[in-house]
């Protein structure tokens, strides 16, 4: 209440004793004003006053164009219908395109010091034009408003812009960590899987000559073995890579009670490298397995199919899927449990990556209860 009051008697008292700073104040109080209400830091506040200031300007100069070049002189009703009517239609417009994009996540990213000087360096300019205007008098002039227009545009630019690129830059380094992390994993998954295959080899080989043996409780044997060939591998795809992935989410899926089922031609698959199978399959799988998890276990069902037909190869995971997530402009799921914050949502990103670097395409889609995702690649050469 205090800040309202302020921004209603303070910049019209400052006005009379130096002219052209309303718009000055009012940015200032506003500053105070959301650093008094909001749990955000100094730099996150700027930001966003920063992008709400040239947003207004923007709709007030395009008003201003519009009512000195044609509606001067018009009745006030019809002057008020006209801001309004702008007001509406350039918030919506910013608010559906761009910001409610940003307002999925806070700010980590922010501008760059080059960045944030280009910015407050515009707005400056903006404030220091309309300044002028008001000194000369000569703010009922439509001609001087497409200047102040291209002004507000750049300063959107470049708020927008540089945050957009550091997100960037910042979604590329996290995705390289966790390609990083993905190729440890799966040699760790690898020597585990040798591992457990060559023993359970071994002992399934054991209890055999122990059935023969008179007396052997073959019952209680034949118990043990079924457990045992549980943790032998059974798939042969003719691609390694695959064949670790498959064995290591089989066990996952035999442990959650999922119904884990699949037709792979893993040979179709050579020519990619075998890190880049074991993310996009790892991956995959992983999200189909966390979401059964959430699903009742009687429908719990995952089925993965790969097929060459022609010049191209085509993968295929099915899940199913009661409620099917809200997906991104890009047509990724936007929302994940994963325990680990710091990757949230890059497992997904990074079936994206591999896809696209094999010129593939990946589509999400809901095919009746069924979460599914498609990868359809050119068959090639690639580097």
């Known amino acids: 209440m205090i800040f309202l009051l302020l921004s209603v008697v303070l910049p019209n008292i400052i006005s009379n004793y130096v002219s052209g700073v309303f718009s000055f104040t009012v940015f200032f ?5 959301w650093q008094f209400c909001l749990a955000a830091d100094s730099q996150e506040i700027l930001y966003s006053c920063m992008l709400a200031l ?3 300007n923007l709709s007030s100069n395009v008003y201003n164009v519009i009512f000195y070049s044609i509606f001067y002189g018009a009745p006030v009703t019809v002057q008020f219908s006209l801001s309004v009517i702008l007001m509406l239609l350039i918030y919506s417009v910013f608010y559906f395109l761009i910001i409610k994009r940003f307002a999925k996540e806070r700010l980590e990213n922010m501008l760059s010091n080059t960045a944030w000087i280009w910015l407050i360096a515009v707005g400056i300019f903006v404030f220091f034009l309309h300044y002028l205007f008001w000194m000369y008098g000569i703010r009922d002039v439509w001609v001087v408003y497409p200047p102040l227009i291209l002004c507000d545009i750049l300063g959107l630019g470049v708020a927008l812009g540089f945050v957009e690129l550091r997100t960037r830059n910042a979604d590329n380094e996290k995705l390289r960590q966790l390609l990083e992390l993905e190729k440890k994993q799966f040699e760790m998954t690898r020597s585990n899987v040798e591992f457990v295959n060559r023993n359970a080899h071994d002992l399934k080989h054991y209890i055999h000559k122990i059935q023969r043996l008179e007396n052997s409780e073959t019952e209680e044997l034949e118990k043990v073995l079924t457990k045992v060939e549980a943790y032998e591998s059974t798939f042969q795809t003719e ?3 695959l064949d670790v992935v498959l064995t290591e989410k089989k066990l996952l899926c035999q442990r959650e ?11 179709a698959l050579n020519f990619m490298k075998t890190l880049d199978v074991a993310s996009l399959f790892g991956n995959g799988l992983d999200n189909a397995i966390e979401h059964e998890r959430k699903e009742a276990v009687e ?8 097929f060459q037909k022609g010049s191209f190869v085509s993968v295929r995971i099915e899940n199913y899927c009661s409620h099917f997530p809200e997906l991104s402009p890009e047509g990724l799921p936007v929302a994940s449990s994963k325990k680990d914050a710091a990757f949230h949502g890059y497992g997904t990103k990074s079936m994206q990556y591999i896809v696209e670097k094999y010129n593939g395409n990946l589509r999400i ?3 009746g ?7 359809l690649f050119p068959t090639g050469q690639y580097f």
């Open 365 to 367: 889609s809901e095919e």
């Open 257 to 267: 009670k999922i119904s884990f089922t699949c037709m792979v031609d893993g040979e």
């Open 299 to 306: 429908k719990r069902y995952i089925f993965l199919k790969v």
């Open 54 to 56: 040239f947003i207004q």
């Open 29 to 33: 109080l506003s500053l105070g004003f």
């Open 369 to 375: 209860n069924l979460f599914v995702v498609s990868m």
């Open 239 to 241: 691609n390694a890579a």
